[in-house]
């Protein structure tokens, strides 16, 4: 039961913002346990006049979403 909510509540909320975003690599979440990795590795880098501190903060949210719905995998899975 803990795998499922561990994997499901955070696969719920990529959901959600695969729904809503306008950011293309966002459709990648809708994808389990992998999409969030997909995503950070279609955002590519910083362009040099700008600043990155949100594309820096949604970076870091998709890599622990990531993390999250893998550890609830495996607890499925094991």
Do not use: F
């Amino acid at each position: 039961m803990s795998g499922l909510i561990a994997a499901g509540v955070p696969y719920i909320g990529s959901v959600v913002v695969a729904a809503s975003s306008r950011h293309a690599g966002d459709q990648d979440l809708w994808i389990p346990v992998v999409g969030p990795y997909v995503d950070v590795g279609n955002r590519g880098g910083c362009p040099a006049n700008s600043d990155c501190g949100t594309e820096t903060v949604n970076k870091a949210l998709l890599v622990i979403d990531g993390v999250i719905q893998s550890i609830g995998a495996l607890e499925i899975l094991s």
